[in-house]
């Protein structure tokens, strides 16, 4: 039998040590929302690969779709023989997501390929350069990125410089003393001293911020955001990479607060652990490049198309955004219970949205200082006694519950149950 520690030894000196892990736990096989590892012990999964397999690790469904799909061809790449399953997912695309108007989809690998296009034929649309985003944001590791992303360690160190024209302001966040009117002005700030309305091309917002800490966008910001972009012409982009394909309780995040985007992006969840994203836009503005403007070798992989019609077809038919509210009153309530508890001072705050939820940990809750070392011991307990979870926020104080959405109750209720348990270990130890 391999194990963990062999395996990781053999990572170490083979693998880079820039790709982090939030665990040491080495996958054999997966089914559902449980992990098994080399060495044969059992895990509840609360990460879903980072909010990937919504669906659930092998879901039958997607397992036999790709199976047939793999029959008839793997790749023959878009840009050269087209294939129904990328013009038809492409189809269902423009009449789901969450945007103003008539709209065309682009299918490409990844959440950062996909962002990198959206900002793509911003630029190319309104001819201007600039890009806002926002303090605790996260849009992939590319160079432009890593520009947009708020949180400079880990992903921006020794990395630079990056691309110019990007600009950064306060995301709203009135737990860490940030409210909307703040971030408005900060924004109009940034208009009269940095750069007018007429330099900037797009603004990006995740509707509920993913690394940053699952920090939810209050719906007036994401009204104002909406009237402003309007207002001097700027293509409102929402990142739903993280938030997308019913993690929040609707099929997108940004269906909580009725307002449209002019360009969404779309990955993770999209393709149940197949490498596929999306970018979803306004017809007028995905139409501004020339052809050979946009495109990739694999961007809308046959395999993944047929995978990602599977978990559309999945999420309707088995309800999953009824399913994710289920599963985060779930947690949620427990996490309350938990917070209300006087031996339990560390829970400074918990939140969320569907069954994209998280509880944010402070040495005490009288002063509100973050607490990575609780979060880190929280985290190293669960994994010992058979729970994956994954930290998140700006000060690597938050942990984030994202369970597949396939999960049963009781499955939800034994990782709350090692979770609580975890916690109390945790804050033991460090007393």
């Known amino acids: 039998m391999t194990t963990n520690a062999e395996l990781q030894a053999r990572r170490t000196a083979a693998v880079p040590r820039g790709i982090g892990h939030a665990t040491q736990i080495y996958a054999k096989r997966a089914k559902n929302a449980e992990i098994w590892d080399e060495e044969g012990k059992r895990y509840v999964d609360f990460a879903a690969g980072i909010a990937v397999v919504n669906t659930g690790h092998q879901h039958p469904r997607i397992v036999e779709a790709v199976k047939k799909q793999l029959e008839d061809f793997s790749h023959v790449c878009f840009q050269v023989t087209p294939h129904e399953n990328y013009v038809a997912l492409a189809e269902r695309l423009n009449g789901l997501a969450p945007v103003a108007g008539p709209a065309k989809t682009m299918l490409a690998s990844t959440g950062a390929e996909a962002v990198e296009n959206a900002v793509k034929v911003a630029r190319c649309f309104t001819g201007r350069p600039g890009i ?28 630079g410089p990056f691309p110019a024209d990007i600009y950064n302001v306060a995301f709203p966040n009135l737990y860490h003393g940030t409210s909307t009117a703040e971030s408005l002005k900060a924004l109009k700030a940034l ?18 911020q993913g690394e940053g800490g699952f920090n939810i966008a209050p719906t007036e910001f994401l009204i104002a955001l909406r009237a402003l972009c309007d207002e001097h012409g700027i293509v409102l982009i929402a990142d739903e990479i993280q938030t997308g394909f019913a993690r929040t309780g609707k099929l997108f995040a940004l269906e909580h607060s009725g307002v449209k985007a002019d360009v969404v992006t779309l990955a993770k969840g999209l393709a149940g652990g197949f490498p596929l994203s999306a970018i979803v836009g306004r017809a007028d503005i995905m139409d501004a490049s020339g052809p050979g403007g946009l495109g990739g070798t694999y961007a809308g992989n046959p395999i993944a198309c047929a995978a990602a019609h599977t978990v559309l077809d999945i999420i309707e038919d088995e309800n999953l955004t009824a399913r994710a509210n289920t599963i985060g009153e779930i947690i949620l309530g427990r996490c309350r219970e938990l917070a209300a508890r006087s031996n339990l001072n ?30 880190g011991e929280v985290l190293k307990a669960a994994n010992a006694r058979g729970l994956i979870l994954l930290s998140c926020g700006t000060y690597g104080n938050v942990i984030r ?23 109390t270990e945790a804050v033991g130890r460090l007393q």
């Not at 519950?401 to 916690?423: H, Q, R």
Request: aromatic share 10%; proline share 7%.
């Open 132 to 159: 806002i985003s926002f303090s605790g944001g996260f849009h992939g590791r590319t160079h432009m990125g890593m520009a947009l992303t708020g949180k400079a360690v880990p992903y921006k160190k020794g990395f």
């Open 401 to 423: 519950f994202l369970p597949p959405l396939t999960a049963s109750d009781e499955i939800v209720k034994e990782g709350m149950d090692i979770f609580e348990a975890s916690l």
């Open 346 to 375: 560390c829970i400074g705050d918990v939140r969320g949205l569907g069954a994209m939820c998280a509880a944010e940990f402070v040495k005490d809750r009288t002063n509100g200082e973050p607490s990575p070392e609780l979060t």
């Open 191 to 208: 208009f009269k001293y940095q750069a007018d309305p007429s330099t900037i091309a797009g603004i990006i917002i995740e509707p509920v």
